[in-house]
Structure formats: C-alpha cells, structure tokens
C-alpha cells in the first residue's frame, strides 16, 4: 500500500508523508520544498551534543535493523525516509477507532 498525504498546508507547499506498508519492510518518507538543510549541519550538530536526529531518529532505527536516509538541498527542500523491517511477530499499527 502506497499513500501520499499532506500535512500543514497545500499540495504545493507540503510537507508530504508517503507510507509504504510492504510484507516484510515499511518505509515513511516525509518530503517538504522548504529552506532545506546546510551541508554538514547535521553532523555539526551531532559533534556539537545535539543528538535529535543521528540519535534518536537514526539511531533508534538502527537499533530495531532498519535505517533513516535524510537528503536536502539548501534552498529545495529536504527528504527523509524512515525504513524498517517487519518481522513476523511484529504487530502492525493501526489507526484508533472503530474496525
């Protein structure tokens, strides 16, 4: 199952989610046309202390056997994209509510 979907504004201005829900893997990417990240920011601030995204987001991913991919051009926009695997006796999440 493939849906993209915006978030917080128009289709023109994103950021847009996609979730792909595959048998043995599910991948989120989150895309958005905004500023973009400055080349080495990422690890400057990861050098600096500040640990939100090699930690937190790539590391937790790591430590579960998946991965997180972050691409941006300043001035473009940035992509991320969050993989990991399903395993057999992984439950899948599902949306509150009725069903």
């Known amino acids: 199952m493939r849906r993209w979907t915006t978030y917080g504004g128009t289709a023109a201005n994103g950021p847009w989610v996609l979730v ?11 895309r958005d046309d905004g500023p973009g ?13 500040r640990l939100g ?11 579960l ?6 691409r941006s051009v300043p001035g473009e926009g940035t992509e991320v994209e969050l993989h990991l695997p399903r395993g057999p006796a992984a439950p899948v999440a ?6």
């Open 20 to 30: 792909e829900d595959e048998p043995g893997l599910v991948t989120v990417t989150v």
């Open 37 to 49: 990240i400055e080349e080495g920011r990422l690890a400057e601030a990861a050098a600096a202390g």
């Open 53 to 63: 995204v090699s930690h937190s987001i790539c590391g937790r991913l790591r430590d």
């Open 65 to 70: 056997g998946g991965g997180a991919t972050i």
């Open 94 to 99: 599902r949306a509150p509510g009725p069903g």
